[in-house]
């Protein structure tokens, strides 16, 4: 692991690889690691010919004054490293990352994010108030939205549990900015440890390898989901009848 970037509020590492091809991990906050935030999915990652960065928000704000600077630090080792091919992953905060900096990073084509918020910033869902201990600590908030930040050339597979409110309704969220590209995944059962749910029914490592092998291309989740019950979410009534009309997946179970 070499440190690529630190200061007082990011944390960016990496480990080089020998192709042309980098996943970018997000963490979470760490909460159930006492406040310890760890390299997310480093086990799930570990062996891969492709080069991982990790990155940190040590603020715990949702990037909210770090944003522009880890694109700009990533996007130039990317130019050094000739890096064509980007993934983006994450959980919960990090998951949220996953998706915003999608945007951002140069050749991303994928953002693999579970139990992601949609956003945090308190003007745009004054509704979750759980993290609160940090976000409380922000003098102004820039308005990102991950909801608002889907691009065209991305594909988007998110995961999220049905037990939470709060991620039920984030999930909404992210359902009705009704992209081309973006599939939601709900797992009945699951709280917000969905990533943790996933690992204990032996499922995450096989299904973040693939969507990694497949660049998220047209990689369908349903083939490695099929042992458990879930669901995925179209827009909501009204809006985007379009998208709301178009018949299920084939292969997809729905048992909530």
């Known amino acids: 692991m070499q440190m690529l970037y630190e200061d007082d509020g990011i944390e960016i590492s990496f480990e080089p690889g020998n192709n042309a091809t980098a996943i970018v991990s997000f963490s979470g906050i760490g909460m159930k690691m006492g406040g310890v935030q760890i390299e997310e999915f480093k086990k799930s990652l570990a062996g891969t010919d492709n080069s991982v960065y990790y990155v940190k928000d040590k603020d715990r704000h949702w990037y909210n004054s770090s944003f522009d600077r880890i694109g700009d630090v990533i996007n130039e080792d990317f ?70 930040m889907l691009v065209p050339h991305v594909n988007y597979k998110l995961f999220y ?11 909404q969220r992210m359902a009705n900015a009704d992209h081309a590209n973006l599939s939601v995944y709900v797992m009945a059962g699951a709280g917000h440890g969905v990533a943790g749910f996933l690992k204990r029914k032996g499922v995450l490592h096989p299904l973040v ?47 909530i």
Do not use: E
């Open 209 to 255: 390898q693939a969507l990694i092998a497949d660049g998220g291309q047209d990689f369908d989740a349903s083939t490695i989901l099929q042992s458990l019950n879930y669901k995925t979410l179209q827009p909501a009534p009204g809006v985007s009848a379009r998208r709301a009309q178009r018949p299920a997946r084939p292969g997809i179970r729905s048992a």
């Open 161 to 171: 549990g049905d037990v939470s409110n709060f991620d039920t309704r984030h999930a």
């Open 79 to 148: 130019a050094k490293r000739n890096i064509g091919r980007v993934l983006t992953l994450g959980n919960s905060m990090g998951g949220f990352g996953a998706i915003a900096f999608a945007k951002v990073l140069k050749g991303c084509q994928a953002a693999i994010a579970f139990s992601a918020q949609s956003a945090i910033d308190p003007s745009v869902v004054p509704w979750d108030r759980r993290y609160r201990k940090f976000t409380d600590s922000v003098s102004q908030w820039v308005g990102l939205d991950a909801a608002k």
